[in-house]
């Protein structure tokens, strides 16, 4: 069973910056594929962001360019930095990891969730 929680979240006007973390229980956290899922109010959840094991990063185009995200393997942590922060990015972040291959993240699933971190950006 793997563990993880999320931190980080709060609330920015537009064009303003967070980061998001995600620590992860399970010391072979280098194995797994992790990302990110959102959910917007009233909506249902999207991945946004993919991380595989191999170090391939993969972006939805919605927050491509503006929400690098990086592991730190060593500590068994998840980061997610968002910039130019818009109202329509408003939501919970789901830090999410995949055993095994394939890495469905992006299409949000996943064999393990966090209990997710609100975002919050007005305009």
């Known amino acids: 069973q793997v563990q993880l929680v999320e931190s980080g979240g709060g609330s920015v006007q537009t064009g303003g910056s967070l980061r998001l973390s995600c620590a992860a229980s399970?010391?072979?956290?280098?194995?797994?594929?992790m990302g990110w899922v959102r959910q917007g109010p009233g909506k249902g959840r999207k991945g946004i962001a993919r991380?595989?094991?191999?170090?391939?990063?993969n972006y939805d185009a919605s927050v491509a360019g503006r929400f690098p995200s990086s592991r730190d393997n060593a500590k068994n942590t998840l980061h997610l930095h968002m910039h130019s922060l818009k109202p329509e990015d408003t939501g919970t972040y789901y830090c999410?990891?995949?055993?095994?291959?394939?890495?469905?993240?992006?299409?949000?699933?996943?064999?393990?969730w966090g209990q997710g971190t609100q975002v919050t950006v007005s305009s």
């Open positions: 991380l595989t094991k191999a170090g391939d990063t």
């Open positions: 999410a990891a995949e055993l095994s291959p394939p890495c469905r993240v992006l299409a949000a699933e996943a064999d393990y």
């Open positions: 399970d010391g072979t956290f280098n194995g797994y594929c």
